[in-house]
């Protein structure tokens, strides 16, 4: 009778382990299902290389707008931005280093030099609803764990909903740099994103809109990606819609040619010559 006491606890144990393994496993999966999408997303969110041109065109409610043109040197790593207007010619020069994980922005019109850092990163972009930060290209995958929310309907097709926490919390950071981060808010409304909620294609996972979220998880602006292109055999957003819900204003991105034969010098990647014609 003990014996078979015995070999009934050790059956039960085994389920036991059985069934946490395979919780476990199931877990597992989700999560690397939701890294492997990130993954495709930064992959065709990655600019290609040469020379990428543009412009961006911020619209305010009235309907009053205004236009920038762009210029970039896209490297592997390094992407080198020159914004422009009809009326002043150049105005800065934004160097995106390490993947877009170094932010240096030349005044042109002032020769002053900046290194974005922290909540700099997120200041606005010459006026537009767009920040350095959302120019740098930086992986998601790198800085945001996901979790797949579920399935819904966007623009018609069906997507995946991801919600993307950022890995490296910034709470004992903001304490310690309490004054600097009100200041921020006080100027310009927010500091980091504190959630982004990211919508991809089911079938093919092609990202269609990110919503940015505040510290307090308000949505603060939307982008969505209203057209893509084609290049080298891939696929690459041409166009970014990008509204800010408070003040209701839109920020048009859109680029219109790539030159993938054009030749530059490695040195333009370096801060130091950010000065240089």
């Known amino acids: 009778m003990k014996k078979i006491f015995v070999f009934a606890l050790l059956i039960i144990v085994s389920l036991l382990n059985y069934y946490k393994i395979e919780l476990f496993s199931q877990g597992r999966d989700t999560e690397l299902t939701a890294k492997e999408i990130l993954a495709r997303v930064d992959k065709i969110f990655q600019y290609p290389r040469g020379l990428l041109k543009g412009a961006i065109m911020h619209v305010y ?6 236009t920038l043109q762009i210029k970039a ?21 934004i160097l995106y280093n390490l993947g877009g994980e170094d932010i240096w922005v030349y005044n042109i019109l002032t020769i002053k030099l900046f290194n974005k850092k922290d909540i700099d990163k997120y200041e606005p972009l010459l006026n537009t609803n767009f920040n350095f930060s959302d ?7 790198s800085n945001y764990n996901a979790d797949i929310k579920g399935e819904t309907v966007v623009k018609g097709k069906l997507a995946y909903k991801l919600e ?4 490296f919390k910034k709470e004992k950071d903001l304490l ?4 600097s981060r009100l200041n921020f808010i006080r100027r310009y409304g927010h500091g980091e994103y504190g959630k982004l909620t ?3 294609t089911k079938k093919d996972y092609i990202p269609l809109r990110i919503d940015f979220h505040d510290q307090d998880k308000v949505i603060l602006k939307t982008m969505s990606i209203a057209q893509m292109g084609h290049f080298n055999k891939r696929m690459f957003p041409v166009r970014y819609d990008m509204l800010n819900i408070k003040k209701g204003t839109l920020t048009i991105l859109k680029f219109f040619d790539v030159d993938a034969k054009r030749e530059f010098d490695k040195n333009i990647f370096r801060h130091q010559n950010l000065g240089e014609k």
């Not at 409610?61 to 205004?66: C, D, L, R, W």
């Not at 310690?176 to 004054?179: E, F, P, Q, S, V």
């Open 135 to 141: 120019f740098s290209n930086a992986d998601l995958q």
């Open 164 to 167: 993307l926490d950022p890995i």
């Open 61 to 66: 409610p009235s309907g009053k707008k205004f």
């Open 176 to 179: 310690d740099n309490k004054k």
């Open 198 to 200: 990211l919508y991809v």
């Open 73 to 93: 040197n896209i490297a592997e790593e390094d992407f080198l931005f020159v914004f422009s207007n009809k009326a002043r010619g150049n105005q800065i020069k």
